[in-house]
């Protein structure tokens, strides 16, 4: 079975750019989360969506940060303007639903030079 | 006070032996506790989920939960150099559906 699908893997580009990461979660799997990972933070829980609808985004660090689940296959998240401190590893889990063990995607390595 | 604590390592351990990873929590009704193991540049990976008080056994992984104390534990029995990874404790406090990670423990096992 295929696992959370995240594109692209790597991401440089310059600050003030838009960057739109992208995650495909498990099929069947109702809730989908987007996490960032740095040296200093750890694993930070950005948003959560569940049947698609945004629950909780009180992670989300600033206005610049904003995510999107159209349907129950997809889900992006967006930077606008990217900054040289957002740059980290961001990854999507998803789970069956809430309470249940998420499982993560590959990961996006983001790089704002 | 930190919601999950670990302690960072690195955990040396020979190989063979046991490795014994803890983890405490703050919140005293946390209801849902996972491990997940995180190899150097991949994605976390969940190797164990515990819920309720005692012992969960599956091959040689352990994780033990006492919520009276609250913290959790993963034992890895006979490790070997390829359970070397960063551990993270991740618990799930009653009345929410959010995560909450620990930084992790990096455990090395030597030949």
């Known amino acids: 079975d295929a696992g959370v699908i995240q594109s692209p893997r790597h991401e440089v580009t310059e600050m003030g750019q838009e960057v739109t990461l992208r995650c495909k979660p498990i099929s069947g799997h109702n809730s989908l989360f987007w996490y960032r990972q740095t040296m200093m933070r750890g694993l930070e829980l950005l948003i959560y969506f569940n049947n698609n609808v945004p629950i909780d985004d009180s992670g989300m660090p600033e206005d610049r940060f904003s995510a999107k689940m159209p349907n129950a296959s997809f889900s992006t998240l967006k930077i606008q303007p990217s900054e040289p401190r957002d740059s980290a590893v961001y990854f999507c889990?998803?789970?069956?639903?809430?309470?249940?063990?998420?499982?993560f995607g590959d990961g996006t390595r983001l790089s704002i030079l | 006070q930190k919601e999950v604590e670990q302690n960072s390592g690195p955990l040396s351990v020979p190989e063979g032996a046991i490795a014994s990873l803890n983890c405490t929590y703050s919140d005293r009704v946390s209801q849902s506790f996972f491990w997940y193991r995180q190899y150097s540049g991949k994605s976390p990976e969940l190797i164990m989920s515990i819920y309720s008080n005692g012992d969960k056994e599956d091959g040689r992984f352990t994780a033990q939960l006492n919520k009276a104390s609250q913290y959790v534990s993963l034992l890895i029995r006979d490790s070997q150099p390829s359970d070397s990874a960063t551990y993270l404790c991740?618990?799930?406090?009653?009345?929410?559906?959010?995560?909450?990670f620990g930084t992790g423990t990096r455990l090395q096992v030597f030949p």
């Open positions: 889990a998803s789970s069956l639903s809430l309470n249940q063990p998420q499982h």
């Open positions: 991740a618990v799930m406090p009653r009345n929410t559906d959010k995560l909450i």
